[in-house]
T-cell receptor
Framework: DTEVTQTPKHLVMGMTNKKSLKCEQHMGHRAMYWYKQKAKKPPELMFVYSYEKLSINESVPSRFSPECPNSSLLNLHLHALQPEDSALYLC????????????FGPGTRLTVL | GQNIDQPTEMTATEGAIVQINCTYQTSGFNGLFWYQQHAGEAPTFLSYNVLDGLEEKGRFSSFLSRSKGYSYLLLKELQMKDSASYLCAVLDSNYQLIWGAGTKLIIKP
């Protein structure tokens, strides 16, 4: 299994909703990442988990809350988002943080109304 | 600061060759990646260079010169499906991936 899966593929939510994005990989990778990507821009790193511990938090607002229940799963909990948070949210994984060939999931297209 | 420059857009003809350049200034260097991204899809890995020289992989090749802070991605025998954005990314001294803005490649018949 050499892929990263993400659910849902599309999500539309209101500003008062609470939702979660899910990411899963079964490649034995020990580092997992959340990125946010706006149209025609490169991915922006949000969070990095290494060995199930949060190692990097790139000054992301608290309305985004990551969780790593185990080495294969990564969640991103969303609460009280703003319309400007609408973007493609990408999950990626790599063997470790030091060799950073990252495998990306297909992304979740999020729209905040 | 950290900076990665690549052209915003390039156009090439089906069957031809195109070279996409990337220059970088980063705090440390632990390798350079090229990713391909089709519109609305996730990036997919193309190549990784950490030593100077040319790495060839089928129709795609990637070159690195660390002393010049320069890389290029060479695409041969262009196909319509090669129309995509090509992202250059550098692994810095903290092993963080610093991304360029991407080059949109348009292939014409």
């Amino acid at each position: 299994d050499t892929e990263v899966t993400q659910t849902p593929k599309h999500l539309v939510m209101g500003m008062t909703n609470k939702k979660s994005l899910k990411c899963e990989q079964h490649m034995g990778h020990r580092a997992m990442y959340w990125y946010k990507q706006k149209a025609k821009k490169p991915p922006e790193l949000m969070f990095v988990y290494s060995y199930e511990k949060l190692s990097i938090n790139e000054s992301v607002p608290s309305r985004f809350s990551p969780e790593c229940p185990n080495s294969s799963l990564l969640n991103l909990h969303l609460h009280a988002l703003q319309p400007e948070d609408s973007a493609l949210y990408l999950c990626a994984s790599s063997q470790g943080e030091e060799y950073n060939e990252q495998f990306f999931g297909p992304g979740t297209r999020l729209t905040v109304l | 600061g950290q900076n990665i420059d690549q052209p915003t857009e390039m156009t090439a003809t089906e069957g031809a060759i195109v070279q996409i350049n990337c220059t970088y200034q980063t705090s440390g260097f632990n390798g350079l990646f090229w990713y391909q991204q089709h519109a609305g899809e996730a990036p997919t890995f193309l190549s990784y260079n950490v030593l100077d020289g040319l790495e060839e992989k089928g129709r795609f090749s990637s070159f690195l010169s660390r002393s010049k802070g320069y890389s290029y991605l060479l695409l041969k025998e262009l196909q319509m499906k090669d129309s995509a954005s090509y992202l250059c990314a550098v692994l810095d001294s903290n092993y963080q991936l610093i991304w360029g803005a991407g080059t949109k490649l348009i292939i014409k018949p």
